[in-house]
């Protein structure tokens, strides 16, 4: 159910006043998703890399053989989405597919050499794109914020 929102009768400012939404959680979110997007945009810019692509690179990396099913599941994506992402890390030369010793119904996925490179230049991408992130807390605070960003998404 929807529920409207009292309309305010205060003229217009330029002061940055945004009235009532300001104390929306889900524009806060917005508004932190897309100042942290931007920022990794540009860290890593001259990879070429999105930021599912690398997380993907990763999870394979850590999980050598790993199926693109739980590839979805774990990175809580669907199916279609990271079989487009496997799709161009494949035509990159950064992932093969083979068959699953197991199930021969399902792939599993290994990182080319090429791909490993790709994931060691992401990674110190990262600890640049996360230094950004960490300086504007304490390390309590950091933990703190990555405990509450988990009970929204868990």
Known sequence: MLRSFPAKSAPASDDGDIGGIDQI????IRLAYGAVYRHFTETFNDLGLTQKQVSVLWLIDDHPGIAQADIGR??????????AI???????????RGPSPDDRRRQTLKLTEAGHDGLIAARACILDHEQWLKNRFTPGETAMLIELLRRIHE
Not at 25 to 28: A, D, E, L, N, Q
Not at 74 to 83: E, G
Not at 86 to 96: H, P, S, T, W, Y
């Open 25 to 28: 959680v889900g524009f806060h």
């Open 74 to 83: 774990r990175l809580q994506m669907d199916r279609a989405t990271v079989m």
């Open 86 to 96: 496997i799709n161009r890390l494949q035509k990159r030369g950064f992932v093969v």
